[in-house]
């Protein structure tokens, strides 16, 4: 199982990015897809997730802002941060667990700064 994260950078406060997860070694849509996320200096939080069947749920912290969807076709998820904040500043991983093992992407950095 591979997890491929991209899409990250310097970004202004209010602005977007959207970040691809690209997976290999297991079927996207048969799994249920997490992103998290850890500052500097801080533990990995929960971001977003999405099932099998297709809904999602995100942390209270970026609900109404950041939406996680999944493109079966490229076998890829993705989210997509809008109205960013200097706090949601942090490397960001996908995940996946299969058969009770975690793997994860190398993570991407987001950096939200004037």
């Known amino acids: 199982v591979q997890l491929q994260a991209s899409g990250g950078g310097v970004v202004q406060p209010g602005g977007s990015l959207t970040l691809s997860c690209a997976a290999s070694?297991?079927?996207?849509?048969?799994?249920?897809m997490r992103w998290y996320r850890q500052a500097p200096g801080k533990q990995r939080d929960f971001v977003a997730l999405i099932t099998a069947g297709g809904d999602t749920n995100h942390a209270d912290s970026v609900k109404g802002r950041f939406t996680l969807s999944r493109d079966n076709a490229k076998n890829t998820v993705y989210l997509q941060m809008n109205t960013l904040k200097p706090e949601d500043t942090a490397v960001y991983y996908c995940?996946?667990?299969?058969?009770?093992?975690?793997?994860w992407g190398q993570g991407t950095l987001v950096t939200v700064s004037s």
């Open positions: 995940n996946a667990v299969v058969n009770g093992i975690n793997y």
């Open positions: 070694g297991i079927i996207v849509s048969n799994k249920i």
